[in-house]
Structure formats: structure tokens, C-alpha cells
């Protein structure tokens, strides 16, 4: 065992600002390897668990808990980032992502063996906590053994990822239910997962923590994870409930309670695990704003473009999935260019730059209609894709830079929370904003034109519109009654996509946060 230790201490090279962990080249290749791989992994996961999810509901039972398999591993994934970033800030990254890497890959095994729905949705709320670490370590141990110019050089690939995952996974999925059986598409998870977490043992050697001896923050961990996890609940019962139902007015006061009293603790803590000093920097603050808005705006917006496609366009749902093909496309390419430019003139100016093309994004996607031609659709998806790739790299290399090392895990795992919290609040509000103008709908002069037995289809169609997307579910409805639904579910997206475009102003303005110079001028001196 001695003679594998002694080469990687002894040709270790020194520490340089585009070396700072002093690895070798081969350390340093077959860590990034390591990370994309469970990187992989971790982005997969969602759409090759959506492939296989028929044929899982057909043996399994349990529509009526359906979106809990999802619901549960957003939670879990969600809530827990913060908590993995500062654990690794305290005590070391590799042996927090060794941890993330072993719960996802129990969570898989677990999964892949359910024999109930409940067992499921239990097993993806323990992939999911593990997933959570994976996210957020992963971009914070790249972050960690590459210098700016290097990482921005890299983006191309790190973006690639999740591309790469997003087209593969259906094929995957649909391969593994297909001929093997669906618990392979969590069975598939386990090699992989066990490779990476070697290479990362052998090959990732850091320093210890200097905040090693630090106490642990218990409530602050509990508090947050609580006041989220309540918040992220309510938000999906109210968006289907209703606003006003006392459990939801329940959970999300006990939310806000349970922040404020985080909120005081923090302050107290001597090693809080949200140092609340962070938001008196302006890139952090700005980044966690702009993500926040900007994540409600994009992925509240883009959960509704497949509905547009199908029930106002009368598209299939093979369109409606390949709607979205311009939104990744979009990402992959200008999460590069955005780096490359960031170096030239700048975060502000990037940030500006990607947050332009969101809103002529967002304005093509206001001048949608029934009539609208294909075109239309596939370039506003683009440019808010585009717009979105250049936004996301840019706020999260400044602020990785900004910050010193020791607290690099928390500002990461920040960034990417916020935009992740955004995203869920802006599922909900949106949701709400459709289901007010069906309802609106439902209640205006528009049903006098109908005789009373189609009034009573269009009210029905208002109420639950899956006969739009659905020949089965249309049969026997009037064709002026689903023509009346397709003008009222046009009129509500339509609301829907300008308050996206509301978003992504409010987005740009905290943007005016970020400082102006290059981007060498604003990284900490423990970056350098």
C-alpha cells in the first residue's frame, strides 16, 4: 500500500493559481472524471425514472400518489443542498461526496427492489438526498482544483452533461423497461456510482479542513431543513388544493416561523451552517436574487410549454417533448460562449447579455397563439435557453470566485438552492395563474355563445382540460366546447408566459447588483 501513496505525495507539484490544490495532471483528470460521471448519474435520474413510470404504475398500483415519486426526490434534493455545501466548507469535501455518493446509490438499490408505491416514493426521498450532495459537490470540487480560465475552458463539457442526459435518458429508460425489466433503470445506477466514489477516494487528496474542530450547527440544520421543507409542501398542496385550505396556511406560517427563528440563530451561531455575512457581498446577494427570480420564470414557464403545444396548437406529444430539445440545445451552447465572453468584458455585462435573450425569449413567448407557427415556438425556446445558459455559468463562476475557499461549498450549494427554491415557486404561482384564468373563463360572457349542454362541457373542460391533449378523453365532447377550451387555455398560458416575462425583469434588476470590470478584478485573494 506504501508504494501506491508515495508517487501522488512525493511528483505532487506545488500549489499555482491554476493548480491550487498542487494535484498531478493524471489526479486532476481522473477526479473530473469521477465528478462527471456521478454528475451523470444525478441528471439522468429524472428522465429515465419519467420513461418508466407507466409501466412502474401498471405493477405497482398507486396513480392516485403518482407525482410523489417526483415530488419526494425534488424535496429531499432540494432542502438538503445548503447543508452538504457548508458540511464540506467544515470538515472536507471528498468525504461528504463520498457520503452523497453512497445514500443516491443506496437509495437506487432500495428503489429498484420496491414492491410498493409507498416503498418508492420513500427510496427516491433517499436517492434524492443523496443527489442533493452530488449537485452540489460536484461543481464545488471543480471549482476547487481549477482556476477560472480553466473552468470557464471547460464549460462546454460540464454543460455537456447534462445535455448528453437529457437525450440519452428516455432512450435508457425506455431500453431498460422495455427488455430488462424498470427496476434496472435504478439497478443502473450502482456501478457506476461505486466507480466514481473509487476514483474520488484514490485519487482526490486534500488538505484537512482548518475549520475541522468546528461545532456543528444542529439547529441551524434542523430549522432550514424544517422552514424548506414546509415551504416546498405547501407550495405543491396549495398549487392543487387551494391557497386558502387551512394545511396549507399551516405549513407555510410554520415556514416563515421557522426562518425567522434560523434567521436569529444564525446571527448567534459562532460556525453557522449559512454564514448570513455572505449577503453583504454584492455578487452573492445579486446571484441569489437573480437565480431566484430567474429560476422561477424559467422552469415555471418552460413545465407549461408542452400543455401550449398540445392543447392550444393541437400538437402531439411528441412535439410537445421535442418543444424543448431548442431549451437544452440553447444551454449546452451559450453556458461555453458565456464563459468565454465573461472573461473578456466581464460578470455584469454576461449576466445583461444572457438576460436579453431571456426576454426576447419570453416576449416571442407572449406572442404565442393557437396560429402560431412551429418556428415561432422553437426559436423562443431557444433564445430563453440560450439566455438562461449564460446567466446560470456566469453567476455561479462569480461567485465561486468571490468568495474565499473556506466558504466555497456554501456560496455554491446557495446559488444553486436559490434557483432550485425559484423554480418550485414559480411551478406553484404560475400553476395558480392558469387555474385562475381557466376559472376566469369558465365564469365570463364567452359561455353565452354555447347552447347549455356544451356551457356544461366547456365548464368541465375548465376544470380538468386533459381532453385537449387526449383523443379518448375528448370523444363525445362538442367541437365547439373543446374550440372553447383551447381559446381559454390560450388566454391563460398567455397570462402564464407574461408573468415569466415580469420575472426575468425583476431578475435583471438585482442583476445591476453584480459590479462592473473584468472578472479578474473581483475574485478573493485566497482564489489568486
Partial sequence: ????????????????????????????????GGVMLSMFLAALDGTVVSTAMPTVIAQLGGFEIYSWVFSSFMLTSTVTVPLWGRLSDLYGRKRFYLAAIVVFVAGSMLAGQSDSMAMLIATRALQGLGAGGLFTLSITIIGEIYSLEQRVRMQGVFAGVWGVASIVGPLVGGFFTDVISWRWVFYVNLPFGIAAAAVIFWMFHEQ???????????????ALTASMTLLLLGLLEGSQAGWLEPQVLAMLISSVGLLAAFVGWERRFPQPILPLALFGHRIFTASAISGLFVGMAMFGTISYLPLFVQGVMGGSATQAGSSLMPFTLGWVIFSTVGGRVLLRVGYRLTVFIGMGLMLLGFLSFTALSSSSSWVLVLLA??????????VVVSLLLAVQNAVPRTQLGIATSSSIFARSIGGTIGVAILGTVLSLGMQGAAEGASLQALTPTQAQEAVALAQHPEALISADAARGISAEALDWARQALDGALHNVFLLGFVFVVFSLSAAFLIPKGKAQEHMHASRV
Fill in 381 to 390: 425556446v431557444g433564445l430563453a435557453g440560450s439566455g438562461m445558459g449564460m
Fill in 208 to 222: 484537512r479542513s482548518e475549520q475541522a474542530h468546528a461545532r456543528i450547527d444542529y439547529f441551524g440544520a434542523l
Fill in 1 to 32: 500500500m506504501q508504494t501506491l501513496k508515495e508517487p501522488s505525495v512525493a511528483a505532487a507539484p506545488s500549489k499555482t493559481a491554476d493548480n491550487p490544490l498542487g494535484l498531478t495532471q493524471r489526479q486532476r483528470r481522473a477526479i473530473t
